[in-house]
């Protein structure tokens, strides 16, 4: 994708400071970070969401993300650390090529992690389970 910043940024176009790249995957500094050591992590091949991904890619990605997270973490002394993914403009995702935010985290950081949960009435659990598994 021409346009996509995050395949220039693969592609040399646009500089970034990398930690870690393969063949496939490509892991570098977000430059609006929530916490300091906040890193995207990326497929090389564009896609623009999960469902959009090779499973080689998929793979690849939960892999680096393995090495990435704790290695960022203890980089900046932190106690432990979000993974996150947006998939579509209304659940937050900014560019449009699909990424991971590693983001270290320490007690007292301010930064939170709230979700407004809700209930299940009888028998909904159950029927959204079946649609799921049939989606499938």
Known sequence: MP???????????????????????????????????????????????????????????????????????????????NILNNCGGVAGQAVEHVHFHVIPRKTGDGRGYRWVTLSYRDGEIEKLAAAIMHKL
């Open 3 to 81: 346009d996509c910043i995050f395949c220039r940024i693969v592609k040399g176009q646009v500089p970034c400071s990398k930690v870690y790249e393969n063949d496939r995957v490509l892991a570098f500094m977000d430059i609006n970070p929530v916490a300091p050591g906040h890193v995207l992590v990326i497929p090389k091949a564009h896609s623009n969401d999960v469902a959009g991904m090779s499973e080689g890619d998929m793979a690849a990605v939960a892999l680096a993300l393995r090495k990435l997270a704790p290695a960022v973490v203890t980089a900046v002394g932190g106690e432990g650390y």
